[in-house]
């Protein structure tokens, strides 16, 4: 999706992306998790200037970044894995179908483990560009409106997803 990161407030103005955006928080470093939003639905510049505003209040202009929301609920998906130098030692892909809230989730409430060759092909590329190593989760999310999967995040970060590989016997 379309992604811009203003720094300053004055910068938004000139972003041009289609509506709705949300802006959220690229980082959250000691921010208590209950007292946090994932991010704010923007369907006006009113409410993009609130919202940028919030997501500035928790962690500061230069980490916030203003998003293109892509359509649907469920059709969330996620390359987990543990790589060196930006080769996957052991992965799996998961079907995040619910989480909580249900817009801009911060759990995950049902996932699955699945076969989904064009999510785990662009992870690898990137992993491999960037030579991350470390646990690694690379979201997408299916945009309905031409059928192609969008990056939506790298998060270099144990997530639960992470333990499902010793829950369906990979481990």
Known sequence: PTTARPGEGAALGSLETRSP???????KEDVPPVTYARAWRAQ????????YDGACAQVGPELVMVQELIPGIGNDYAYAALCHDGRPLVSLTTWRR??????FGRASTYVETI???EVEESAKRLLWATHI???THVGFKLDSRDGQYKLL??????????????QVGLA
Do not use: F, K
């Open 133 to 135: 190593t470390g646990l």
């Open 115 to 117: 076969e989904l060759p």
């Open 44 to 51: 006006s510049r009113q409410e993009l200037l609130e919202g």
């Open 153 to 166: 995040d790298v998060n270099l970060r144990a997530w639960g997803s992470h333990t499902l590989r010793r």
């Open 21 to 27: 955006v949300y802006p959220q928080p690229g980082m």
């Open 98 to 103: 619910r989480q909580y809230p249900i817009e």
